[in-house]
């Protein structure tokens, strides 16, 4: 795993941003893996400002989102669709049927986990995938204890994680409590890999990660297996580490 020491958030917002205008710049057809989530909000940003200025243009880019909540639309200000939408997708020139996120109110959701991976398949793989980080070592919505040879499927969300994401809601009890996402073995497929952690809350995650041992028990673990993995974390997130 590569680490980069960013300063602070805007720090690692810029640095990532670097990395996804590089690939969107390299490729005919870039295939980009995105994330929702507090953390990737200032790479968004970057992204938007770039794209304003002619810099990075999306024409070309495809984009596969992690995870959706299940029984939430598009229209749903909580969807991860309408997230997506409103932070980065209705601000660039990139083509909205080509920006994918899995269906949450599919009438087959089996079948919506199915057919999102077998298009994630058939744009031959993501180049680069970005990714945050839960507390309990979560990448997409795979908890602790997700088999490692996952591929995208339907998720009963962890307490700890409806609690961390409960500040979006009115209510603990409009927090869903399942979702779909990619698996790790479709997360681990993609070409390269950036990793984002910002954040004191997030030092003993980091610590863990970097430390310690490659478990299911610990989903992000897996990333140490993985040829072309970045870590841009902050100093709060890297002041736990030895
Ligand atoms: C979101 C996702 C999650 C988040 C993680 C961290 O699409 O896949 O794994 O990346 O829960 O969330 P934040 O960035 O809000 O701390």
Redesign the pocket.
Same mark, same amino acid.
């Given at each position: 795993m590569n680490i980069i020491a960013a300063k602070d958030y805007q720090d690692m917002s810029e640095k990532a941003c670097e990395i996804v205008s590089e690939t969107v710049k390299s490729k005919d057809k870039p295939v980009l893996g995105? @994330?929702?989530? +507090?953390?990737?909000e200032g790479l968004y940003q970057c992204l938007i400002e770039k794209n304003k200025t002619n810099e990075v243009n999306f024409e070309h880019v495809t984009t596969f %989102?992690?995870?959706e909540y299940v029984g939430l639309d598009a229209d749903n200000p909580n969807s991860?669709r309408y997230f997506m939408n409103e932070k980065l997708f209705n601000h660039i020139n990139v083509n909205q049927d080509n920006t994918h996120v899995p269906s949450g109110v599919a009438s087959n959701l089996e079948e919506e986990c199915a057919t999102y991976e077998k298009l994630i398949k058939e744009h031959g793989a993501i180049d680069l995938q970005i990714? $945050?980080? $839960?507390?309990n070592g979560?990448?997409?919505? %795979?908890e602790p204890g997700t088999p490692f040879t996952s591929r995208t499927h339907i998720v009963e969300l962890d307490e700890s994680?409806r609690q @961390? %994401?409960a500040r979006f809601f009115d209510s603990m009890d409009e927090v869903p409590t399942q979702a779909i996402?990619t698996g790790i073995e479709t997360i681990m497929d993609s070409k390269k890999i950036v990793l984002?952690v +910002?954040?004191e809350n997030?030092a003993d995650t980091v610590k863990r990660l970097m430390e310690g041992e490659v478990s299911e028990d610990f989903p992000a673990s897996i990333l140490k297996e993985h040829a072309d993995v970045t870590i841009i974390a902050d100093e709060a997130a890297l002041s736990k580490v030895d």
């Open positions: 995105l @994330a929702t989530g +507090s953390t990737p %989102n992690l995870d991860y990714l $945050g980080i $839960g507390l979560h990448i997409g919505f %795979n994680t @961390a %994401n996402t984002l +910002s954040g997030k």
